[in-house]
């Protein structure tokens, strides 16, 4: 069973930056499609952006595109977020997902990752 740890969250002003980490242990994730979701008090989780097994291919929401970066060290098994240019809007629990079914599958099914982590808070203070 694949098993993700997030870090790096924390309070940061608007403007400000963080960077994520997710580490994946238990099983090879090398192969996966990874990415990043977030849940804000009160509302649904909602995808961040996700990444493909080669990092080939990456993927954004609108609301963050431009501002934060995916990407992967499959050497190490661990999966980063970096955001810049934080808003107070991007306050919120992050997740760190994973699925092992190819890029095409998880984006025609809208990021329905498989496997989660436990989740980081961010918190930005405007």
């Known amino acids: 069973q694949l098993q993700l740890v997030e870090s790096g969250g924390g309070l940061v002003q608007a403007g400000g930056f963080l960077r994520l980490s997710c580490a994946a242990s238990?099983?090879?994730?090398?192969?996966?499609?990874m990415g990043w979701l977030r849940q804000a008090p009160g509302k649904e989780r909602e995808f961040v952006a996700a990444i493909s097994w080669s990092a080939g291919n990456t993927a954004y929401a609108d609301t963050v595109k431009g501002r934060f970066t995916i990407s992967r060290d499959n050497a190490k098994n661990t999966l980063y977020l970096q955001m810049n240019s934080l808003k107070a809007e991007d306050t919120a629990v992050y997740y760190c997902a994973a699925d092992p079914r190819v890029w095409p599958v998880i984006l025609s099914r809208q990021w329905d990752f498989r496997s989660w982590g436990q989740g980081t808070q961010v918190t930005v203070s405007s």
């Open positions: 238990g099983r090879t994730s090398s192969t996966y499609t």
